[in-house]
């Protein structure tokens, strides 16, 4: 009987709650802001320990977040009752010979019919994911790896429309040696257009290092962001047919000493508000391009997603696995 003290306290311990961890500091630039974040909210770490997480979706017919480990070649999966897991590796790169650098799946969203949709970078293309969700196997059909015959550099981001087209960006950052390694056969970095019929549309061709991309809620307008210091820049496209007019600079800021990261992956909620990855943590602006304020993260933060609600976003900041809760 004398041990049983120990024993209530020991299951005490076993069965009391986990104390979030809790990470960040919210700016507010206008009062807007309230209406899409709490003042106050902090971003809560579910995963830790990644070589640099990026490209979350949610997939709700699984009730489960996606992500990719770029460099470690693997995508995890986060569910509230089982944390993070692994659920697919090779993800970027399915060849023999060992390499290093970046060549894992970068960013990830769905097709409409549900399907996993990946930019690889070791493998240079945008695949489909043809194995199921419950028995996860490498297994892909390309969807693009060229532009009138030539390699594309290491696709990065992608978005779908809902006719079904998908809209990704190009830039070098999974090739070797980035813009000057020698297996690189495009001289620029683009953004195109994936048509339904498979065809491969060139959309840009000037920006210099095209990242992030998102859509509009009514489809018109195609959001790219610019990861190329030392002027952090987001573009506005507006969408005609196969061809995008009307480019526009919709917001531009300087670094501030000691910010991490870059303009890079974004989301775009029901109201045309879009929450974009860049210096210092996550922004967030109007659907006319002004500030309403961003939340500072310690680490480079990559890319972000909503839940289906779109009551939760998720953050893959470096080494962390995200969630933030929304006010809307």
């Avoid at 297994?139 to 992608?158: M, R």
């Avoid at 994936?194 to 061709?205: C, E, F, R, S």
């Avoid at 879009?274 to 210096?279: K, Y």
Wanted: proline letters at 6%.
């Amino acid at each position: 009987m004398k041990h049983l003290p120990l024993l209530l306290v020991m299951l005490a311990a076993c069965s009391a709650p986990k104390e979030k961890k809790l990470v960040g500091s919210l700016e507010r630039l206008d009062p807007a802001l309230d209406q899409l974040i709490a003042p106050g909210t902090q971003a809560e770490i579910i995963g830790e320990g990644f070589e640099w997480s990026e490209g979350p979706v949610w997939v709700e017919s699984e009730k489960m977040l996606l992500f990719s480990d770029v460099p470690k070649n693997v995508i995890y999966k986060w569910t509230e009752e089982k944390g993070v897991e692994s659920f697919l590796t090779p993800s970027g790169y399915t060849g023999t010979i060992p390499r290093g650098g970046e060549p894992g799946s970068n960013g990830l969203t769905l097709d409409n019919d549900g399907h996993l949709v990946l930019c690889q970078h070791g493998d240079r293309r945008i695949a489909l994911l043809t194995a199921s969700y419950k028995e996860p196997k490498a297994e892909f059909k390309t969807l693009a790896d060229n532009y009138q015959g030539k390699k594309l550099n290491s696709p990065n981001d992608v978005v779908t429309d809902k006719q079904g087209n998908l809209f990704f960006t190009d830039p070098p950052y999974g090739l070797l040696k980035n813009v000057n390694d020698s297996s690189k056969q495009i001289p620029f970095q683009g953004v195109y257009k994936i048509k339904t019929d498979g065809t491969v549309v060139l959309l840009v061709d000037s920006l210099t290092r095209p990242n992030g991309i998102a859509l509009s809620p009514d489809q018109q307008t195609l959001y790219v962001a610019n990861s190329d210091a030392p002027v952090a820049k987001w573009y506005s496209f507006l969408i005609k047919g196969d061809s995008l007019t009307d480019a526009k600079v919709f917001y531009a800021s300087k670094y501030a000493e000691g910010e991490k990261g870059a303009p890079d992956g974004m989301r775009v909620d029901k109201n045309g508000n879009i929450f974009a990855t860049g210096p210092g943590g996550i922004w967030i602006f109007n659907a006319e391009g002004k500030a309403l304020g961003r939340l500072h993260l310690p680490e480079a933060t990559a890319n972000c997603a909503f839940s289906a609600d779109g009551k939760t976003l998720y953050l893959t900041s470096d080494m962390y696995l995200l969630r933030v809760k929304l006010a809307q």
